[in-house]
């Protein structure tokens, strides 16, 4: 055994030296003596050491180990975590397609995926999965996991559901031929106003570009003529999907982003003849959480005056991750070069000081009061660029907005962030709608009726207080009317979601949105568009 352990161990050490030699292109001594001296020290464990030693196990800890030391971004995937890890980007995974809650250890259908094989067989919103293949699938040990597990599956697989529906005595079998399942990048899309548009972009995939076009269409047939962008807590993706996104906003030859590394020569991204929205009125939103493509499109349109951002400084990502296959089939996905916005802007933040602390510059910018006081921001004069209209910017950490949205703190009392931390906003919903989702849907066929009539009134929030008071947050007068307009809603974008869809959702939800308002504002008005020259 130990013979057969250390052929493999050989063989690894062989490949690991033939993969560093065809990526590194280095044939330096010290390369080579550094390969020798990894290699020697796992053949000393494997020889000498006094117990038996998981040795993929070691191998795997000083790869995570020695990726630390470089940079924030550079990641080691193992081979068991690279699909799941790639899901979100691919754009789909492979399932029945059903969005669901786990509402009183019994799995609730909040809505079937569109086009999905659920939607195709008839399975509704309010739908209880409670037996899978014949197995019991309700209780106490029924969480995501569980799910995951029994109805994800290889395409053109079946799987058996029995569903409880409401006024329905006996349980409805549907036999489910799983498919691919698209994961939408796109939240919402819908009609500001009868002249603008808004669009909320949750990452950028393979498939995002495709839903834009879709979504971006169907605006301008409604009469769009002028965009709001949402890229507020999108943590990026593909560079490719960021530029091809970029490329919709701006002239022909126009400079998107450039990369360059040590090892990685200088390329530039420029704009084609693709772009569906080069003319009309642009604003993005970004804050905190927006990063890497979220602040390529952000920097390609502030650089060229194309738009108006606004909002908070962005995360600060400025590096570029490609990945490279190990011969176990894991990835490491090792930063290889960094962008640079049109100007010249490298906009990633400094990490010199390690992982750990680089993390807690969110922590930092509360701290210093930057969420709130734009003038807390401080940016040396060392990293000042100007546009095209000669509009200064900053580089070397993040995306500073041309409009700046402080974040209100004062709607959200103790007595909200209970509700929000036990999650009583989607249980009371869910609850809410498992009661009374025919009523709704008779009252309300149409959003644009809910959104006209739909009034959370005083006796559904008492409901909701004493809910919450039976679910251990107890009533809070002063919390409740310090977070009362909050929490109306939350509530009623909630029931919008589940009696409509996402754009519902965020339809109503913007109503009290700081940013999305600001937009709108800004937009209608139009003196900051020709204010700053911003080319439309």
Request: glycine content about 8%; hydrophobic content about 40%.
């Amino acid at each position: 055994m130990k013979k057969i352990n250390r052929i493999k161990l050989s063989l690894v050490i062989i490949l690991s030296a033939l993969v560093f030699c065809q990526i590194g292109h280095s044939q330096s001594s010290n390369a080579k003596e550094t390969v020798q001296k990894f290699a020697a020290t796992l053949q000393i464990i494997d020889y000498f050491y006094v117990d038996t030693v998981d040795q993929p196990g070691i191998v795997e800890t000083a790869i995570v180990e020695m990726l630390k030391e470089l940079d924030p971004h550079s990641v080691y995937i193992s081979k068991e975590d690279v699909e799941k890890a790639n899901e979100p980007l691919v754009g789909n995974f492979e399932g029945i397609g059903v969005q669901f809650q786990i509402f009183k250890d019994t799995i609730l259908v909040i809505a079937p995926i569109q086009g999905g094989p659920s939607e195709k067989l008839g399975i509704m919103a309010g739908d209880k999965i409670v037996k899978i293949d014949g197995e019991n699938a309700t209780g106490s040990e029924i969480d995501n996991n569980f799910v995951f597990k029994r109805l994800r599956g290889k395409k053109g697989t079946k799987v058996v559901v029995s569903i409880a529906r409401k006024n329905r005595k006996e349980l409805l079998d549907f036999t489910i031929v799983r498919d691919k399942i698209p994961i939408n990048s796109i939240d919402a899309s819908y009609m500001a106003t009868p002249d603008i548009g808004y669009i909320k972009i949750n990452r950028f995939s393979k498939t995002t570009l495709e839903e834009f076009d879709k979504a971006v269409s169907g605006l301008i047939e409604k009469g769009m003529e002028k965009l709001i962008l949402d890229l507020r807590y999108n943590s990026g993706g593909y560079l490719k999907t960021a530029v091809d996104l970029s490329d919709q906003f701006l002239d022909t030859g126009k400079l998107i982003v450039y990369t360059e590394g040590l090892k990685s020569p200088k390329y530039n991204f420029n704009a084609t003849d693709k772009g569906v929205f080069e003319k009309g009125q642009l604003v993005v939103l970004i804050n905190e959480g927006s990063a890497s493509a979220s602040e390529i499109v952000s920097g390609a349109v502030q650089d060229w005056d194309r738009g108006i951002i606004v909002g908070r400084r962005s995360f600060g990502k400025g590096l570029v991750q490609k990945p490279f296959r190990l011969p176990d089939e894991s990835i490491i996905r090792l930063t290889t070069a960094k962008y640079y916005t049109p100007t010249g802007r490298c906009i990633q933040k400094p990490y010199e000081d390690g992982i750990e602390d680089y993390y807690k510059d969110f922590s930092r910018r509360i701290k210093h009061g930057e969420l709130v006081h734009a003038d807390s921001i401080d940016f040396p004069d060392s990293l000042k660029y100007f546009t095209q209209a000669n509009r200064v910017v900053y580089g070397g950490g993040g995306i500073m907005p041309d409009v700046f949205i402080p974040f209100d703190s004062t709607r959200f009392s103790d007595y909200y962030i209970d509700l929000r931390r036990k999650n009583l906003f989607n249980s009371f919903t869910l609850q809410y709608m498992d009661n009374h989702r025919a009523d709704l849907q008779k009252q309300y066929p149409e959003f644009s009726v809910f959104k006209e009539k739909f009034i959370f009134d005083n006796d559904q929030m008492a409901d909701f207080v004493d809910y919450a008071e039976e679910k251990g947050v107890k009533k809070d007068e002063e919390g409740l009317d310090q977070s009362l307009v909050e929490i109306q809603h939350v509530l009623t974008a909630l029931i919008a979601r589940n009696l409509f869809d996402y754009n519902a959702y965020f339809d109503v939800i913007n109503e009290i949105d700081d940013g999305f308002q600001k937009a709108i504002d800004i937009i209608q008005s139009n003196t900051l568009f020709e204010k700053l020259s911003i080319n439309y």
